[in-house]
Structure formats: structure tokens, C-alpha cells
């Protein structure tokens, strides 16, 4: 597309009118329904919709994706040009770095025309070839071996294939969708706790995979139905695996023990949450030592620790729940460590308490690092010379190495905004960190750090053929909001796009939950900024990026904050003439789907296009009925609309209470028929609602995956066709 100055295309009117058009604009039907609220009664003909298993639905929605594949149809040619792209910009067959543990060394891979991955491990290493994208920044293979003792031309020299995930898709019957949940290894590494789900609903069936001396396995009778995916734990001498069921909201609130070789039916429930706010995970901390349980809701915590060689006794609770306090809690050899927000550390700080004491007394815990405003720290991972610390400061994360003797160091990634996270680093000994980094223009790469020293080994840059990563720029920018306040936005360009007002841009957010948003890379987003775009990060209240405070002023009763700041970053961009007024397009999925879809109601005529996905649009009438999934859970985060003052303050934002006739921008949904955490109905109303009151001359399209859940296709070559034809309509709407 020309990046000159244009209007956005009306080639696609709400009525499909493409040339040899034949499928009809849905149209969904009509039941009377009234719902009863503090605000006044509302009708909502489309409350129906809520009924998932409605024959009626599932017509309405297979009306929506026929008409979805007429209006793409006309695109196909940019469509399948992009999917090439990114296939082009990928090596389909590659292999990672190699990770020790157990006396193992272990390897993922990917081979060419395979939708999965494969999983294998060796106990020797050779160097005869180059791990593919071991390369230095400027391009030359790396000489050096890494402190660990892995050169980074590294491979297996004795291989074990331990999982092929496209295997088990086909023998599970998985056509549309494949998730592999857990994937763990008990101490001894002889056997593994692997689950799968097949359709998205995140109710995970769980195996047991047991290993001989030769590589050969067999999958145990031990299997566990209805687990949920969140964690696992094997006892010291492998002979109970832990697990977590959800309730029917989706609330993963118990924890199970299942002794193997027994029948999942006489499984011993260990813990059971029964406040409808609280979501439980299980885990082990790094030394195999103990087994953690964690229930968290939105402003408190409760952890509950179990020796791994004492599987059978009942768990330990740290400390007692208290409303607005929250903490986690690991294992430091001979202490534990906790990171929460007690004492005012609204930005938490790290308190430590001996192994030996009675730590379940609040003056057995000692502080560590005092808090410090602005640092939001979000979690430590111990290792017995030294602790990790992950945290946001400034609008950029950052790890921070804290040593016995109380001195620190902060790894040094530079300037430019990045992510930066721990990767893979099982050894509790372990004197080297292994981190990966990633920026908007950089693809992610694997570093060694020498811990004493400081001295770093590029381990791998993911490889990115047929990319020349010069030929793009990425900075930041700070936009200001209705209230004074200065909001971040990262921005990614071609080198070669003008910053004159002429450019097409897509402005991306999210804005809610605390998740901090870090800048990543994508090989899709190269096909916008290859055509001008501008490519655009907000990083709005409701997020975590700038402290504890920064999320606290975009929930609850501050929720329009986060709106406000999405609207006053897709401003700056138009008045500082980073993007053409008339060919700004938002994005943003989930949470980020209640973002734009509020941002678009509120201000229809600042945007060419929007793209929601999985978009939470219903949120006034969803989160007042706590028989829904996740309900309860979200009150913390929202507020309870079925009172005052929620319920007038959800109903001034809730997009699809607030869709009325307008000329809306170029519209693109997508849900998914299974999805748990948003539920496909309230896409479905709201587009069903853009169509009854009208939206103009400009596409509305939405496009129900039938056979996935909340995060849509799992394939690879599925995922990559998916961002094509999103791809393709930013490009024919802006």
C-alpha cells in the first residue's frame, strides 16, 4: 500500500458488497430480556447468547464466519503474500540451546512443515555443528565457551526423543487445537507429569511418562482427568505427584496427591480454597526442598509450604491471610525469602527468615531489601550463592543479582526499551545465569552471565533469515493524558518511514490486572513496518510498568484512566506526526479487547480500524452474575456493578452498553468457541449490537475459532495464517 495520504478503503461495507458478494450481513435473532440494575432497567435482546450450547448461537456464529470468509477472500493474495513472509522470516527446523539438569542436557526443536514441537534430552554434548542463530551481535559465530561449559555451537551427540508433540496431537484426535499443559520431571528424571488439552476449555487430561536406562518409555495407567494448568509437584522420591483442580467458574481452587500406581479415584485432596476470590497454584522451589502452595486473589495472598520428602504431612501456612497484603515465598538454603507489600512496602521489598526459626511467627522475618518507591519488585528466584531479582522500574523490567554479603548488581541491557526475563536455570548450584532478552528490534536472545564476574556469552539469537534487523528503529515516547499524567508509548518504524504525518500506524495496549506490557519482537509486525506502518506500545494505568500506584489509578473507580491514556497516546502519535490522522488503527486482546472497544466507543472518529480479540466487552452484565466463570475474582479488579458506585461507573465504559448508531471505525473480532476466561457470547452481542444500530460504511467482521479457546489457533503454520489475515485487514482499513 502507498504510504501516501489516503482515506481509509471502503472496498467492504457492512452489507459485504465485494465484487460477486454472495453471503448476506448476519443478523442475529431477537428475545426479550430485561436486566434489573442499580442504573435502571436495560433491555438486552442478546442476552440469550450467554447459552453457549443455543443451537441458535452456533448458527449465528457459522453466519459470522461465512460472511468473515467472504470479506477475506478478497484479500487472499495479501494474505497468503504475508504468510509467506513470516514463514520466510522463521528457521522452520531449529533447535534451542541445550539446559542442564539432573545429569541431563535438554533440547527443544522444531522441524519444518510440523505444526508442534519435539522434546529430547542427552547426557553428552558435542560441538561438531553450530546451534543455528549462534551468532554475536554482528553477525559471527561466537568462539567462547560459556561459564557453564556449553559452547554455544552446542548439540546433543546422544539424543533422546522424550516427546513429539505432533505425536500425541494426532493420537489424542486433536485436529483443530493442542496444548501441551505440564511437562515435568520428577527429581530423578525418570519419569515426567505431561497434560494436554484438545479443545481450548483448559481442562487438562494428565499422564505419567516413565524412562528407561535406554531411552525407551512407556505411559504409566496413572492418569488424572479435569487438572487444571496450574503446576505441578513431584515428592522427593517421585512417589506422589501433586496437581490443581478447578471449580465450575474455572477457579483452580484444589490441590490433589496422587500416589502412583494407584487409581486417580482415591486421589487425597491436600488443600482446598473455598474463597471464591482466590486462585491456587502448587510449585517447588529450585532446591527440591519444598512444595509450595499459593493461593492468590487480586490483593492477598496465602502460601502454604510441604517438605518434598514428607509428602504425606499437612501443609504449613506461612502466614494467614490479611486483606491487602500479599506475599511468595522460596527457599534460600538455609533461610526463606519472601517478597511482599506488608509494613506500606506498596512497591514490595524482600524480608528473609531462618529455615531453623519458627517462621510461621511474623518476628521470625527479618528485612533484606527495604522498599523503594518506583521499583516494583515482582518476584526473586533463589540460588545458593545468590538471589535473581525481577522488577519494573521506569517503565522497563530488569533483573538485579543480590548476594549473600548484601552487595547487588544490575544487568545492563542498554537503552532501548526491551524485555528481559530468567530462562531456563534449574541448577541450584549454578554459579551462571541464563537470561533472554528481547526488544522490537531484536529477536530474543540467550545469554550466560558469569555471576562473580559479570563476564556475558551469547548463548543464541533466534533466527530470523531474510531479515536485515538494521533496517529498523525503535524508541520511546511520553504522551500526556487528560490528567496531566505522562504515558510511555514504544514505538517501532522502518528506517526508512517518514515520521511526516503520512504514515499508516496500529497503537497496541492492555491496561489492566497489574501485567506490565514489555516490548517484543515479531516477525509478523515486519510486514506492517516493511509497508510504513508505524507499530505503537501504550503502556496505560491499569498496567504495572510504572509501580504499584501506576495499576492502582487504573482500576476500580480510576478504570477510565486507562482509556483516557490509550486515547492521549493515539493523540500524541497524530500530533507529533508519527502517523497519518486519518490511518490510525488499535489493537488489543482480552482486557486489551475491553480497552479498545471502550477507546472506540468514546472516540469513533479518532480511529481507521480496530482490531479486538477475544475482546471483554459485556462487562456490566457478566461480571454481575457470579455463576459465570471467574466472576467473583474479578470484583477486586472492576468493582461489584450490581452496586453503586460500580454500577454507574462500569456502565459509562462498557462498550457494548455504550454501542449506539456512529460511524465506527473498520471493525475486526475474534473469539473463541471454548474460551473460558472471556466467553464467546459477549463478542458475539456486541458485534450482533454494531449491526442492529448501524456502523457506517466501514467492515465489521468477526471470526469465531470453533475448535479453540482464549488464545486461538496452537499450530504454528495455524497461528501464522491467523496473523496474516489480521495482518491483511489492518492494511486494507488503514
Not at 493523540?571 to 475491553?594: C, N
Not at 450490581?642 to 449506539?660: C, G, K
Not at 442492529?692 to 467492515?699: A, L
Not at 475459532?705 to 486494507?732: K, Q, S
Request: aromatic share 10%; hydrophobic share 35%.
Amino acid at each position: 500500500m502507498s504510504q501516501q495520504n489516503q482515506p481509509p478503503p471502503t472496498d467492504v461495507t457492512s452489507t459485504n458488497a465485494t465484487a460477486g458478494a454472495v453471503v448476506p450481513t448476519p443478523s442475529a435473532p431477537r428475545r426479550p430480556h430485561v436486566w434489573s440494575r442499580p442504573t435502571g432497567d436495560a433491555d438486552d435482546h442478546f442476552a440469550w447468547m450467554r447459552d453457549v450450547e443455543d443451537p441458535e448461537l452456533i448458527t449465528y456464529l457459522q453466519e459470522e464466519n461465512r460472511f468473515a470468509d467472504e470479506y477475506f477472500a478478497s484479500h487472499v493474495s495479501t494474505i497468503e503474500q504475508i504468510f509467506d513472509e513470516i514463514r520466510s522470516r522463521v528457521q522452520e527446523t531449529d533447535e534451542s540451546t541445550p539446559v542442564f539438569n539432573g545429569d541431563w542436557w535438554y533440547v527443544g526443536s522444531t522441524v519444518e512443515g510440523e505444526e508442534y514441537g519435539r522434546h529430547h534430552r542427552g547426557r553428552t554434548l558435542t560441538a561438531d555443528a553450530p546451534t543455528s542463530g549462534s551468532t554475536t551481535p554482528d553477525g559471527t559465530s561466537p568462539a567462547v565457551t560459556s561459564p557453564t561449559g556449553t559452547s554455544s555451537s552446542a548439540t546433543l551427540a546422544d539424543p533422546m526423543l522424550l516427546m513429539d508433540e505432533n505425536v500425541e496431537a494426532e493420537r489424542a484426535g486433536a485436529t483443530d487445537y493442542f496444548d501441551l499443559g505440564a511437562f515435568d520431571a520428577c527429581h530423578d528424571h525418570t519419569m515426567f507429569a505431561w497434560s494436554i488439552d484438545t479443545d481450548g476449555n483448559e481442562r487438562y487430561e494428565m499422564k505419567v511418562r516413565r524412562f528407561d536406562a535406554d531411552g525407551t518409555f512407556v505411559d504409566l495407567d496413572d492418569r488424572i482427568a479435569d487438572v487444571a494448568n496450574a503446576g505441578t509437584a513431584w515428592s522427593a522420591d517421585g512417589s506422589f505427584l501433586f496437581y490443581v483442580r478447578a471449580d465450575d467458574q474455572e477457579r483452580p481452587y484444589q490441590v490433589w496427591r496422587h500416589e502412583m500406581g494407584s487409581d486417580a479415584a482415591i486421589d487425597v485432596l491436600v488443600h482446598q480454597e473455598d474463597d471464591e476470590r482466590f486462585f491456587v497454584e502448587i510449585g517447588e522451589t529450585r532446591s527440591d526442598a519444598w512444595i509450595v502452595i499459593h493461593a492468590g486473589s487480586k490483593t492477598s495472598s496465602e502460601v502454604r509450604l510441604l517438605a518434598s520428602n514428607d509428602p504425606t504431612a499437612e501443609p504449613t501456612v506461612v502466614a494467614a491471610k490479611v486483606d491487602g497484603v500479599e506475599y511468595q515465598v522460596d527457599d534460600w538454603g538455609d533461610r526463606l525469602v519472601m517478597v511482599t507489600n506488608s509494613g506500606g512496602a506498596e512497591d514490595f521489598r524482600i524480608l528473609e527468615a531462618g529455615v531453623a526459626s519458627d517462621w510461621t511467627e511474623p518476628e521470625a522475618w527479618t528485612e533484606f531489601v527495604a522498599h523503594e518507591a518506583g521499583r516494583r519488585i515482582i518476584g526473586v528466584e533463589p540460588f545458593e550463592s545468590h538471589l535473581v531479582v525481577y522488577e519494573w522500574r521506569d517503565a522497563q523490567p530488569r533483573l538485579r543479582l543480590l548476594f549473600r554479603d548484601g552487595t547487588e548488581r544490575v544487568i545492563d541491557l542498554g537503552v532501548e526499551p526491551h524485555d528481559v526475563n530468567l530462562s531456563a536455570n534449574p541448577e541450584w548450584t549454578s554459579t551462571t545465569l541464563r537470561f533472554a532478552m528481547q526488544s522490537m528490534t531484536v529477536p530474543g536472545t540467550l545469554y550466560d552471565e558469569d555471576v562473580a564476574t559479570g563476564e556475558r556469552t551469547l548463548l543464541r539469537r533466534i533466527p530470523t533469515p531474510n531479515v536485515d534487523l538494521d533496517d529498523y528503529v525503535a524508541s520511546r515516547m511520553w504522551a500526556t493524558s487528560a490528567d496531566g499524567t505522562s504515558v510511555p508509548i514504544d514505538i517501532v518504524r522502518h528506517v526508512g518511514t517518514p515520521l511526516d504525518g503520512t504514515a499508516p500506524g496500529c497503537l497496541y495496549g492492555y491496561g489492566s490486572y497489574e501485567a506490565s506490557m514489555p516490548p517484543w519482537f515479531s516477525v509478523g509486525r515486519l510486514s506492517l513496518l516493511d509497508r510504513g506502518f508505524v507499530w505503537a506500545l501504550a503502556h496505560p494505568r491499569g498496567g504495572g510498568e510504572l509501580g504499584r500506584q501506576w495499576y492502582l489509578d487504573g482500576k476500580l473507580e480510576h478504570k477510565q484512566h486507562t482509556f483516557d491514556d490509550m486515547l492521549a497516546s493515539a493523540e500524541h502519535l497524530i500530533s507529533t506526526g508519527v502517523v497519518d490522522p486519518a490511518r490510525l488503527a488499535i489493537r488489543g486482546g482480552s482486557a486489551g479487547g475491553l480497552l479498545v472497544g471502550a477507546c472506540m466507543t468514546q472516540r469513533p472518529e479518532l480511529f481507521a480500524s480496530v482490531v479486538a480479540e477475544v475482546p471483554f466487552v459485556d462487562i456490566v452484565n457478566t461480571i454481575s452474575d457470579p455463576s459465570l466463570p471467574l466472576t467473583v475474582t474479578e470484583w477486586e479488579e472492576w468493582g461489584d456493578p450490581r452496586t453503586e458506585p460500580f454500577a454507574s461507573i462500569m456502565l459509562a465504559y462498557s462498550p457494548y452498553d455504550n454501542t449506539v448508531a456512529a460511524d465506527y471505525p473498520a471493525l475486526y473480532v475474534t473469539a473463541g468457541l471454548h474460551d473460558p476466561r472471556v466467553s464467546v457470547h459477549e463478542p458475539a452481542k456486541w458485534v450482533a449490537r454494531l449491526r442492529e444500530v448501524g456502523t457506517g460504511e466501514r467492515p465489521v467482521v468477526m471470526r469465531t475459532e470453533m475448535g479453540a479457546g482464549h488464545g486461538g489457533p496452537t499450530g504454528r503454520y495455524d497461528a501464522w495464517r491467523d496473523e496474516a489475515r489480521t495482518l491483511a485487514f489492518l492494511l486494507a482499513t488503514t
